[in-house]
């Protein structure tokens, strides 16, 4: 009997195994991973307060900001996907300014000379902030990137989990102030 547990062991894992590819071939068929990432409800009912310094030296106050639609972009230089993003948001920010819209992107986990040479490759025009008071435990970020949406008044829309292209962005976006969701 004792030869037979290898066997048996071995019998076990092969199921296991071949299950888990069916299952993931399954999936990969049926479209799962392929949709937007994580557009999801804000974790909060009010905007986190907001006051950190730009790379600029100057301040940033999420409250100022309140007269028009607010969009927030955690990023860090290390981060595959925001090098995708971050000149796709630079180049909706100047048509979305002009609808009096606030973009702002906040550096997370980041050392600051990585986060200088990633703007200074990028060159991003709108303000971009450093973390320095760990505000993105406040709007409970668990990645980059992450991005947060907020209607005239800072009031939370929605939040956004991983990538997103130009479509999908412009869509959540013009929600900000036509309706009353994200776009899901």
Not at 44 to 69: C, I, S, Y
Not at 75 to 88: G, L
Not at 114 to 140: C, H, I, K, Q
């Amino acid at each position: 009997m004792t030869s037979q547990w290898p066997r048996m062991l071995v019998a076990t894992a092969g199921v296991a195994g071949l299950t888990l590819v069916v299952s993931l071939g399954v999936a990969m068929r049926s479209g799962v991973g392929q949709g937007p990432i994580g557009l999801a409800d804000a974790p909060f009912e009010v905007a986190p307060e907001v006051d950190l310094p730009t790379f600029d030296g100057e301040r940033f106050v999420l409250a100022n900001r309140a007269d028009g639609p607010v969009f927030v972009y955690f990023w860090a230089s290390w981060c595959a996907p925001c090098r995708e993003e971050t000149p796709i948001i630079e180049r909706l920010w100047p048509e979305y300014r002009a609808r009096g819209y606030t973009f702002a992107g906040i550096n997370i986990q980041d050392r600051e000379r990585d986060a200088r040479a990633f703007l200074d490759e990028f060159r991003p025009s709108f303000p971009m902030l450093r973390d320095t008071e760990n505000v993105y435990l406040d709007f409970g970020v668990y990645g980059v990137p992450e991005s947060y949406f907020f209607a005239r008044n800072l009031e939370p829309r929605g939040k956004l989990f991983g990538p997103i292209s130009e479509a999908r962005l412009r869509v959540v976006l013009d929600a900000l102030e036509t309706g009353p969701s994200t776009g899901r």
